[in-house]
């Protein structure tokens, strides 16, 4: 089997799973107590910080672990809009962010406050002179590249052009491309950067308005809820620091191999590679063959080996087409979505660009397409 | 919504139809009308929204616009220029 699907999650990098297993014998106790094993826990959970802060440039009080991307995510927007709350309730974000921004946007929609949603372009960027134009906004959501596509976004030049506080959604990028400069509040989530899932890691920075927007708790960290997963973080820690260390390598050498993907879909008729060729997420590509069934072309590439991704609207579980996808007027159906773990191979990605043409020319033949 | 006024030269009932067929109807009759003629995907799919005017865009034709069938299913109209 050959795991084309790291974008939605990464395997536990190696330096995670030893981190992992060490923590899981002595973090165990409960890092606020004043006992001895208390203090390992806590000594622990504060090292990840640590490493976190450093492998991202920030301060280690910026940092909160979460119980997932998401969460992260929902205590970044809603947090920072909390804090606002005597300005105004605009919420302004991109047509193609992430479902966790979005879903952060309803509940603040279900609750009186106002989402605006800006369009992007057909590369799936979102210009900064159209979140300005979306007026005054109280918080901005938009992410460092998108997870589907992945189009890096001017997220320096939307700081720079809004006066409200800018949320970035890392999620897609943390560990493999730095953090950009201006933003308020961020979030980003181990499993994709090969920690273990279950771990979210929320940033808010020093001097940043920001309230908990759910009840809170009172643990070692004021914004986090609940007792703390100390051996995820730590092993989310490990991953991280592995990572960013191996990024300038590893990013080049994927950089390399979706090339050769891209090249491969574009060589086949009628199919449409989507997203920035350039300024992009090193690790995946998307592409949507025309009058192939996303559903089918999934299905058959699993059945040769090959698990991939798909944003059309029968492999979803909406059955809506990718929100991505439509925001960029791209074709949805006969979607796949490839991305690249740490571990993947020159060959295999070569086998997978020799088998591609055939598959798409059989699933074309069977629908009876023109 | 500002439905087009255009009275299409062939109708398409794609309704029941799941991505990718209505497209690959459009695909199919399209040839049937001369250039600079109407036609018009009824489908309640709702990929179709998206990739209809896609299909337009990779297959050089016009999208021209949604309007609505007697039912109220979506009807969207692709005039043949090429």
């Given at each position: 089997m050959t795991y084309l699907d790291g974008a939605s999650s990464e395997p536990l990098h190696p330096a995670a799973r030893e981190a992992?297993?060490?923590?899981?014998?002595?973090?165990?106790?409960?890092?606020?107590?004043?006992?001895g094993r208390a203090r390992t826990a806590r000594l622990l959970l504060d090292n990840a910080r640590a490493v976190v802060a450093e492998s991202l440039g920030v301060r280690p009080d910026e940092v909160t672990f979460t119980p997932s991307g998401t969460h992260a995510v929902h205590l970044g927007i809603l947090g920072l809009l909390a804090g606002r709350v005597r300005t105004g309730n605009r919420l302004v974000v991109s047509a193609v962010e992430h479902s966790a921004v979005l879903h952060a946007g309803q509940w603040h929609e279900s609750r009186g406050g106002e989402l605006v949603t800006v369009p992007v372009d057909a590369l799936g960027r979102v210009s900064p002179v159209d979140v300005v134009a979306a007026g005054a906004a109280a918080v901005v959501a938009v992410q460092t590249a998108n997870h589907e596509v992945g189009t890096v976004q001017p997220v320096a030049e939307i700081t720079a052009a809004c006066e409200a506080p800018v949320f970035i959604d890392a999620c897609a990028s943390a560990g493999r491309l730095p953090l950009p400069e201006g933003w308020a509040a961020a979030a980003g989530s181990a499993h994709k950067w090969g920690g273990?899932?279950?771990?979210?890691v929320l940033l808010v920075r020093k001097g940043t308005r920001w309230r908990n927007p759910f009840p809170g708790d009172d643990r070692v960290d004021?914004?986090?809820?609940?007792?703390?997963?100390?051996?995820g973080a730590i092993a989310a820690a490990a991953a991280l620091q592995a990572v960013v260390s191996e990024s300038a390598a590893l990013g080049a050498r994927q950089r390399d191999l979706v090339d050769r993907l891209r090249s491969a879909a574009a060589g086949i008729p009628d199919t449409e590679v989507v997203g920035d060729p350039v300024d992009r997420l090193p690790q995946l590509v998307t592409f949507s063959c025309l009058y192939v069934d996303g559903e089918a072309l999934v299905t058959e590439l699993d059945r040769l080996?090959?698990?991939?991704?798909?944003?059309?609207?029968?492999?979803?579980?909406?059955?809506?087409?990718?929100?991505?996808?439509?925001?960029?007027?791209?074709?949805?159906?006969?979607?796949?979505?490839?991305?690249?773990?740490?571990?993947?191979?020159?060959?295999?990605?070569?086998?997978?660009?020799?088998?591609?043409?055939?598959?798409?020319?059989?699933?074309?033949?069977?629908?009876g397409a023109p | 919504m500002n439905e087009p006024e255009v009275a299409p030269d062939l109708v398409l009932d794609c309704r029941g139809m799941r991505c990718p067929m209505p497209v690959?109807?459009?695909?199919?009759?399209?040839?049937?009308?001369?250039?600079?003629?109407?036609?018009?995907?009824e489908s309640d799919d709702v990929a179709a929204r998206v990739d209809v005017p896609a299909w337009c865009r990779m297959r050089g034709q016009q999208y021209v616009g949604e309007a609505a069938a007697a039912d109220g299913v979506p009807a969207y109209l692709v005039r043949r220029v090429s």
């Open positions: 992992l297993l060490a923590a899981l014998e002595h973090g165990y106790a409960d890092p606020r107590r004043l006992h273990p899932a279950g771990v979210g004021e914004r986090g809820t609940g007792f703390e997963n100390v051996p080996g090959f698990g991939v991704a798909s944003g059309s609207a029968c492999t979803a579980s909406t059955l809506e087409p990718s929100h991505v996808l439509a925001a960029m007027g791209a074709l949805t159906h006969g979607n796949v979505r490839v991305s690249l773990t740490r571990d993947t191979t020159e060959e295999e990605v070569d086998r997978f660009c020799r088998a591609l043409p055939d598959v798409v020319a059989r699933l074309r033949r069977e629908v | 690959i109807e459009l695909g199919r009759r399209i040839g049937d009308v001369p250039t600079g003629a109407v036609v018009s995907v």
